[in-house]
């Protein structure tokens, strides 16, 4: 069986809109699929009647959050993207979002580059937007060759664009999965590049709050990462989780359903969704 818990579609940074996802991950031999967009459950909503069949759809949404002045990800699995809770959430992070992107643009503009606002407000439509937005229009202006080096230059981890402010804090974005029926999954622990003493601080403010599973696989990664993940999830008690974490169709690396297996007789999040 494969599980693909953690995808995103153009309702937030993605480039396919949820049907086009829901048809390639059938055509990957996806059996249980989560679109878990950033800050956004509104896949679910164009999704519409269309939630039965191949793949097994699990509600789920990609939370942003602050921990220790760095961007952590939660994503909530099986929850009920009704939840008032959890909509109340995502009105403040949309807020939170728009607030953020105001001061990018402030940023970059300082940097010399034209106001890109008006520019990614119109190519992130009705998604909320991120800095994959502003990374397009670096690349389209001709600022950068690509957006790998719009990330390094100008929207990476401590670059102008890297604002991180404005996000619910990490027990607040937990709570509001727990009242929409979710659990709280800790999204690529290996992308954050802590130290293994950091990593292991941040997985216990995360317990702490509630959380109970890990993503021991992240897309593409090497069994060094995938065993030190494991030995973390076992440690901590918390149940394994696996997604690709697709984006584009055009980055085959990251495609989905396509990962490494996990572990034998590790548990994992979805042996409490099968009673
Ligand atoms: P945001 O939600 O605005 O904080 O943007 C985070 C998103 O940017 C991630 O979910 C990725 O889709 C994308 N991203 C982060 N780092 C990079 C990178 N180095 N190159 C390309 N995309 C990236
Ligand atoms: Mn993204
Ligand atoms: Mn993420
Ligand atoms: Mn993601």
Known sequence: MIYDLHT???????????????ALAAQNNVDVLSITDHDTVSAYDRLGARQQGTPLLIPGIELSTTWAGRGIHIVGLNIDPASSTLCRGIVEQQAARLKRARKIADRLTRLGIDNPFDAVCEMAGDAGIGRPHFARHLVA?????????????????????DVRSGWAELSEVIRWIQAAGGEAVLAHPAKYKFTATKLRCLIKDFVNAGGTAIEVISGQQDSATTKKLADIATDFELAASTGSDFHHPELSWSAPGRFPALPDNIETVWTSWQS
Not at 8 to 22: V, Y
């Open 141 to 161: 202006t001709g600022v950068t060759k690509d957006t790998a080096t719009a990330f390094r230059k100008y929207l990476g981890t401590g670059k102008a664009g």
């Open 8 to 22: 995103h579609s153009n309702a937030s940074d993605g480039s396919l809109d949820p049907d086009e996802l829901l």
